[in-house]
Nanobody
Framework: QVQLVESGGGLVQPGGSLRLACAASGSRISISAMGWYRQRSGLQRELVAIILNGGGTNYADSVKGRFTISRDNAKNTVYLQMNSLKPEDTAVYYC?????????WGKGTLVTVSS
């Protein structure tokens, strides 16, 4: 069993930055991939960014060049640096981890981009 705890959400003005963090804990951890998803109001949950154990990354087209995902394997923590935020980035952001082939989700953290 893996528990994921997100932090770092909040209110930011357009053009601003936020950094999300997600820490994984549990009794048997061997995470192969960690990522961030978001769910905007009225829409389905969508992939924002993912990072593999070897460091490979993938981003949604809408965030390329603005968001950066990184990972501290020793701490089982994944980060999402979000720059040049836009109102359309407003969403609940969820952390995801793949551990021994099982997908785990955090409870989500709200990011609101508004003036």
């Amino acid at each position: 069993q893996v528990q994921l705890v997100e932090s770092g959400g909040g209110l930011v003005q357009p053009g601003g930055s936020l950094r999300l963090a997600c820490a994984a804990s549990g009794s048997r951890i061997s995470i192969s991939a960690m990522g961030w998803y978001r769910q905007r109001s009225g829409l389905q949950r969508e992939l924002v960014a993912i990072i593999l154990n070897g460091g490979g990354t993938n981003y949604a087209d809408s965030v390329k060049g603005r968001f950066t995902i990184s990972r501290d394997n020793a701490k089982n923590t994944v980060y999402l640096q979000m720059n040049s935020l836009k109102p359309e980035d407003t969403a609940v952001y969820y952390c995801n981890a793949l551990n021994y082939g099982v997908s785990y989700w955090g409870k989500g953290t709200l990011v609101t981009v508004s003036s």
